[in-house]
């Protein structure tokens, strides 16, 4: 479900103006986050690592109202819920896209991200068709302590979907961590809301359950 966000009433109206009309509006960083307790946490739960992180990424995105919003024909869209769509690595090396319905309850994200996994491995190609607009991009480099990331963009085509990208998990003196890339459209999100997001999601890696 979503709902048109009036722009006249909202407060960064200007700011979408402006930064709609760019070649490029995407902006991004790289922070390294502490993942010591949450890779604790999905050992003693004989969990994927990877997928016990990305629940608390797109839990993030969806708590903060901002990483909710989409631009669809250049009109403003708040979406109740944001997916992900995550590049998946298959035994030839070839990689397909999955895509992975949030659920607030994290064994119903897991099945079904297991699932959408399974499917990917069990076949070829990219499989563009379960694309959403209400989808967050993801992709994960765990071969590569990367310091900044770039994204191949088509920009002929009007994407608002925020792009977050994980790297190779680093181990220094017993203390885990990762450096997370996180690139958003300026017109929907700001640096001040990326800081909300890389602080709620380092609460949640560092919940113990």
């Known amino acids: 479900m979503r709902k048109k966000v009036d722009l006249d009433s909202w407060s960064r109206k200007e700011h979408f103006e402006f930064f709609s009309k760019f070649t490029e509006p995407f902006h991004g960083i790289t922070a390294e986050l502490d993942l010591t307790i949450a890779y604790q946490q999905a050992k003693l739960k004989s969990q994927s690592f990877f997928l016990y992180y990305l629940y608390r990424a797109i839990k993030a995105m969806n708590e903060i109202e901002n990483f909710r919003l989409r631009i669809d024909n250049s009109e403003l869209y708040l979406y109740d819920e944001v997916h992900i769509s995550t590049t998946v690595l298959r035994d030839d090396n070839t990689f397909g896209f999955s895509y992975i319905d949030f659920q607030e309850d994290e064994e119903l994200f897991l099945k079904g991200a297991n699932q959408a996994v399974e499917k990917v491995k069990s076949s070829s190609g990219l499989d563009l068709t379960g694309a959403k607009l209400n989808e967050v991009h993801c992709s994960a ?55 909300l997001f890389m602080e709620r999601f380092q609460e949640l890696l560092n919940q113990i359950d």
Not at 141 to 163: E, G, Q
Not at 177 to 189: E, F, G, P, Q, R
């Open 141 to 195: 480099l765990p071969w590569v302590n990367f310091t900044s990331l770039s994204h191949a963009r088509n920009f002929d085509y009007p994407d608002s979907c925020p792009k977050i990208s994980f790297a190779k998990l680093m181990d220094v003196d017993g203390k885990k961590t990762m450096a997370i890339s996180l690139h958003v459209h300026h017109a929907l999100l700001d640096g001040y809301h990326v800081g």
